[in-house]
């Protein structure tokens, strides 16, 4: 599995391109080989991921069964805007309008690492959701990982 860490300020540019930093692509496996797969993800934000963390997540996602509603509800709504996407020689990807204008992104934009993906996010909202901060993060924590010890 792919571990992708750091905070990466970027801008778009006229033609919606951002520039992969190099801190960032030494954390990309080979053989991703600059295909990447964009979505919408939760909060607003968008979600990249190396195209075959994409094709682990979808080969996951297969195993819901089709004739129960609520899963095809869910699965209508999280494909909804997924777009394969290559990296050009000189590591920039080219973002979909659309996604953008769902994430509110218009020039300034942060790539969050988030384990095997990156969230995208306008700076500003990317400010506001870390102001957001849980005020017990450690009651947070205890509730979402007590139970899950293997030291």
Sequence with gaps: MTQLIGEFPLKLDAKSRISL?????????????GKWVINRGFEACLVLYPAPEW?????????LNPYVRENREFLRYF????????SDSAHRLLLPKPLLQYAGIDKDLVLFGHLNRLEIWSEQAYLRMLDQ?????????ERVMGGKWNG
Excluded at 55 to 63: D, K, P
Excluded at 80 to 85: D, K, M, N, V
Aim: hydrophobic share 45%; glycine share 8%.
């Design 133 to 141: 901060e849980p005020q017990d993060f450690s009651a947070l924590a």
């Design 21 to 33: 930093p190099a801190g960032l692509l030494r954390q990309v496996p080979a053989e991703s080989a």
């Design 79 to 86: 494909l909804r805007g997924a777009t394969s996407l290559e």
């Design 55 to 63: 094709e682990s997540m979808v080969a996951e996602l297969g195993q």
